[in-house]
């Protein structure tokens, strides 16, 4: 594995940094509205599954890191890693179900932004494990990527959007 990972040091150090950063503005935009939050029905459990997504693309970059691992058990790290985070996106995805004042197209939409990265993470272990290693590794990419961009949304939606 070390092989593998070895093109994919910066990029993992970059973004285990950048996620810790994310995930610490996050929980700073939370704790300033956390009055408002807490009314909504859907912005706690929202919250926490971004912070979730954020932690996974921490841990499968700090696993990135682990020198000579072999490619199965990072790909199981990943898989196990995304699959706890997934237990958060499930339930922010039935308490969105249950919110009867917003249409089913924007219950869809605020699902889906947490579907999609760890889909990407799934993806990428699955891939690594079966073999095609750079193709894994280049959807775990993808999954980091996104994470940071649904929690730079919701942290959007901390900051300004809950207090119009």
Do not use: C
């Not at 219950?107 to 690594?128: E, Q």
């Amino acid at each position: 594995m070390a092989d593998a990972l070895e093109g994919w040091t910066d990029f993992n150090v970059a973004m285990v940094g950048a996620t810790a950063a994310l995930a610490g503005l996050l929980i700073v935009a939370m704790s300033v509205n956390i009055s408002t939050i807490m009314t909504s029905p859907t912005l706690p459990a929202r919250a926490a599954s971004s912070i979730a997504a954020l932690v996974l693309a921490i841990v499968a970059g700090a696993l990135g890191l682990v020198p000579a691992q072999p490619e199965v058990a990072y790909g199981v790290e990943v898989l196990v890693a995304a699959a706890l985070a997934a237990v958060f996106q499930v339930h922010a995805m039935r308490v969105i179900a249950r919110e009867d004042r917003i249409s089913a197209a924007d219950r869809f939409g605020k699902s889906v932004i947490g579907v999609i990265p760890l889909a990407a993470f799934l993806i990428g272990g699955m891939l690594i494990i079966a073999g095609p290693v750079a193709a894994g590794l280049v959807a775990v990419a993808m999954g980091s990527l996104l994470a940071v961009i649904a929690a730079i949304l919701i942290a959007w939606v901390m900051l300004v959007e809950v207090l119009r």
